[in-house]
DNA sequence: TTCATACCATGAAGGTACTACATCATTACC
DNA sequence: GGTAATGATGTAGTACCTTCATGGTATGAA
């Protein structure tokens, strides 16, 4: 049984996720956390709705996300000034540096794992694996739509 | 904000992962049992410690697991023949059929991606992913030690 | 042969990530 | 100004995972 691309890609995806979930045991981040974190960060305060659309998930799995990271000091929840249903969820200033260092991990991680490519074959690479994600993205939204 | 080549390979992971669970909505499958049939496929019957140490979780899940495959008939756990402690878990003839087809849907959906990729690229981005994963796995072997 | 030790599976208890449905407050619209 | 949609959350439940404790079985040394 030979190994197809599809294998490896999924071997990198678990690999990456389980190794993240080792290097948060103990600090009380999770891997669905430091999701919401990562969000926040790229998008800034947002209500919960818009956290649980960005993330794909229910609304109330947001709520206790969203609990946890306010117990423990990552984000804490403003009123939104325009509606007084929603919450403004926010980064604190600790969790903001965490997640710009966390980034700058994310970015070296990537640039070294591109280093284990050969030179010359590097650019033919990135532009494989982007068409390969746009593939699966479109063939995913397909079946999402047939089933609805 | 560049998207890096990680932020592509760990897309197509969450991508492949969210879609796997859409498609076994509603059959008693999960992901996570999904696994063990898959490891079942590969490796023929083997004890409950195997798969634990196949699947990287703990013996005790593994049982909860078991006894969730076994209670929808696609494995079913058969004495050990030298060992009176351990069973042997081992898939049924339906599951072994429902694998073989899953199996071929995988290598088609490889394939089908790898189509998305220049022609000329093709063996180059192989190469390239197989490089990247074996990288990583050396990294995350390398974290893993550091810590123990 | 017997006794200590290691090992396999599982019971008990608990944590996290998710879901659907119901509820309550607030907003939006005719 | 009343009705319908919307934002967050309570309740209840499932799946996946853990550690610790227990009972049965195998194994190797005294």
Chains 1, 2 share one sequence.
Do not use: C, K, Y
Request: glycine share 6%; proline share 3%.
């Amino acid at each position: 049984m030979n190994v197809t691309i599809l294998d490896r890609l999924l071997q990198i995806g678990e690999l990456f996720q389980h190794d993240m979930a080792r290097a948060f045991a103990g600090t009380g981040l999770t891997s669905a956390r430091v999701r919401v974190l990562w969000v926040l960060q790229h998008s800034g305060p947002m209500t919960q709705q818009a956290l649980a659309s960005a993330l794909e998930v229910s609304p109330r799995n947001v709520t206790g996300l969203v609990d946890a990271l306010e117990a423990s000091g990552h984000v804490h929840r403003a009123p939104h000034p325009n509606d007084r249903r929603a919450v403004l969820v926010e980064l604190s200033a600790t969790a903001e540096q965490t997640m710009a260092q966390m980034q700058r991990d994310h970015a070296a991680l990537s640039a070294t794992l591109l280093d284990a490519v050969d030179p010359g074959e590097r650019a033919a690479v990135e532009r494989g694996v982007a068409a390969i994600a746009d593939r699966l993205a479109v063939l995913v939204a397909e079946a999402r739509e047939a089933e609805s």
